[in-house]
């Protein structure tokens, strides 16, 4: 490719009759590194000594019979006409330009024009290069916060995420200053392997594409030779770490290279490195702030468990696995012996302790093959995608996360150890096929690894129960009636009635969701596990079951009671942490569910989560419902007061409140929207428990609640959330006598869902 846009630039030059000496056709960018892809634009510079005129015939003229021929064939490109000295200008004044045109080369012309200002650029480029490197570092940085890291993403930009071929740029921007070396084994293959994917993305979408879409990852496996897309996403992943890593240790050179600071205006001199002896073959060198860990010799790294070793020191102290240090350990690894060795494991544990400090040791050592040969388990979940927006990491790559998460809870456990082996292995069986039924897959292979990691058998069991009951915790506290016997029953027998194993649980539950990302953990749904852990933590007393928790304990039953003493409803609106809260208590009927969603509706306000509850009274059923909305402030909300009288309105059978929504919902959605329904059978002996997953839309609460009512239908509670603009909304219905409803009920109420979550009202239908 590069070769044949070259040969028809050469060609172009010749006939634009420009001089012999004093001009040059140069290139910079993917052509000037001879990387140009399929659909890549060209950047070029017209470079002339000044001596050609301006004027009609000269340097206008012979820049317009090189660019037009080019325009006319309609081929993308930059071009700019410069001196060397503007060069060199340029790269002064703007970052991006001065590492661009580090790559300038000759395509046609007076080469020793384009060599001159190369050797001028490089000269400027090394001669600023200590007051330049941190503004090099900020754009790097800057640039990976916005684009993301490429190992990670399910649609990574191959160009400017981090581990793409900008990183690449700067490795060599950074070797150029002399102020480093840029490592070149296990980099540059594969760099050449990312831009064979850019290629065939090029080719497969006709477009020059740099983000690899979904739309098109099965078509650029196939052209790559993948039989599963899935297996060209592993690859892009770990390509990208590789550069990745190389920058990261490349730009810590750097850094270290730079010992000159400044303190209250004065220059002064860095302490010199240090040195210290470790341990089992290890030391610490380098100076303060930027120290590796080390083998006292190479022959060190045949002793099998110096890898854990130098790995847990690098993490407890915070430094860096030194790049030789981690290249031995992973030419020498070895498998353990099995069962390991208590030092082993303790090694192991001390570096998951960590913290944040985990990640780059973990990642240096599994990038050099150690973690696959210690758990050859790891090997079938690393780099492996997830094809699931509430997750922003490869299962790999989140499974360490959730270990680095687990670290604020260590101190409020009895035995850390095991919810860090948990944490670990908890996503272990997400392979191929497993989807949802992956914690039964992973359980078992966490059971052989904790038991191959001699821990002890009861510990091994609890490990593997925490696998297998991951999400148990945060399903029922999100999607279950907390005041039903059946939901508190079923995390008794999930824990094995042991509260202890309960609160390794909740941890790892908070652990697994904040490694996911911010769509999975928010202050509300943090609130309802630790409810629910709460509640039943209290019925587990010595092992035992204890006293059952009532619903008083779980609603404010004295709101319930005012409501009781006039019929009036009552309204509370605050803020809490992640957004406003609305506590609405009236006096329950068929319809006040979807009336109160229908009015937040109507007034733009977005449900984002909600709990309903019916408190039995004397004087009757009272409804307490707690109802989160997307807005930051209180007066973004319809005003208490105003609301409870829309409600009364709404209960004398005046509707006009809710005529903007049903409005909205008559024109919603031409187009089905991906819907599911399901009746969930034996979640409650007393009412009906209906599951609704769809597109979440500012009217579907209203919609979805008025179906039940249309079908007389009451409900008892619901259990409401979205999460990555999926609604996921569960329904505790009964007759309006509060008898379960019958199957057949059951099935009516389904439908009726379904056609609410479709937006298939009649005036709809009719329209259709």
Known sequence: M?????????????????????????????????????????????????R???????????????????????????????????????????????????????????????????????????????????????????RWSSAGDAAYLLEPDLKEARGGFRDMTMLRALAATWLTDRPHAGVEAPYGRLLDVRDALHVASGRPLDRLLAAEVDEVARMLGHSEPDDLRREVSLAARRVAHAVDLTARAARQAVPVRRVLGFARRERGPEYRVAGHGLIVSGPPGSQEVGLTSADVADDP???????????????????????????????????????????????????????????????????????PEWAGIRARPQHNPLHRHTVDRHSVQTVVEAHRH???????????????????????????????VGAPIAREVADRMGMTAPDVAVVE?????????????????????????????????????????????AADARAAGPAAWSPWRASLINAL?????????????????????????????????????RVRVEARPGGVELLVAAPDRLGLFSDTAGLLAASGVAVRAAVLHTVDLDSGPVAVNTWRVDKERVVDVPDAAFLVQQLERLATGDRGALEPVRRRESRAHPEPAQVHVEAVGDASESASVLEVRTGDRSGLLWALGASLSAAGLSIRSAHVATLAGQAIDTFYVTEPDGRRPGPGRDREALDALAAAARAETEERVARD
């Not at 407890?316 to 494991?345: C, F, H, K, Y």
């Not at 908890?426 to 914690?439: E, N, S």
């Open 2 to 50: 590069t070769a044949r846009v070259e040969a028809g630039l050469v060609a172009l030059f010749a006939a634009s009759g420009a001089p012999a000496s004093g001009v040059a056709l140069a290139c910079v960018g993917s052509l000037a590194r001879r990387e140009l892809g399929p659909r890549s634009d060209l950047d070029l510079v017209l470079l002339h000594d000044g």
């Open 52 to 142: 050609l005129s301006r004027a009609a015939g000269g340097l206008d003229a012979l820049s317009e019979r090189l660019w037009y021929p080019l325009w006319d064939a309609r081929v993308k490109m930059d071009h700019a006409v410069r001196t060397p000295a503007e060069c060199t200008a340029v790269a002064g004044q703007e970052l991006s330009a001065g590492v661009g045109l580090l790559d300038l080369r000759v395509v046609a012309g007076d080469a020793d024009l384009v060599s001159g200002a190369r050797t001028a650029l490089l000269g400027a480029w090394r001669t600023n290069a200590r007051r330049r490197l941190p503004e090099l570092l900020d754009a790097l940085e800057e």
């Open 305 to 375: 468990l110096v890898g854990l070793r130098a790995g847990a020191l690098a993490a407890r102290e915070g430094l860096t696995l030194a790049p030789v240090t981690a290249d031995n350990i992973g030419a020498r690894v070895s498998p353990l012996p099995d069962p390991w060795p208590e030092p082993a494991r303790e090694a192991l544990l001390g570096m998951l302790s960590a913290g944040p400090a985990l990640l780059a040791v973990w990642e240096a050592l599994d990038l050099a093959g150690a973690i696959t040969c210690w758990l």
């Open 410 to 440: 260590l101190t409020s456990v009895e035995r850390p150890d095991l919810l860090l082996v948990a944490a670990l292995l908890h996503d272990i069986g997400k392979l191929p096929g497993a989807g949802a039924a992956h914690p039964a």
């Open 465 to 509: 129960l925490l696998v297998r009951e991951h999400l148990t915790l945060a399903e029922l506290a999100t999607r279950r009636d907390h005041a039903d016997p059946r939901t508190q029953d079923a995390l008794v027998a999930a824990v094995e009635g042991r509260g202890d194993v309960l609160e390794l649980l909740r941890f790892l539950t």
């Open 533 to 569: 852990a709460d509640h039943v933590g209290g019925m587990l007393v010595d092992g035992r079951p204890a006293a059952r928790p009532d619903l008083a304990s779980m609603v404010d039953v004295g709101l319930a009671r005012s409501v009781a003493l006039d019929g009036r409803a």
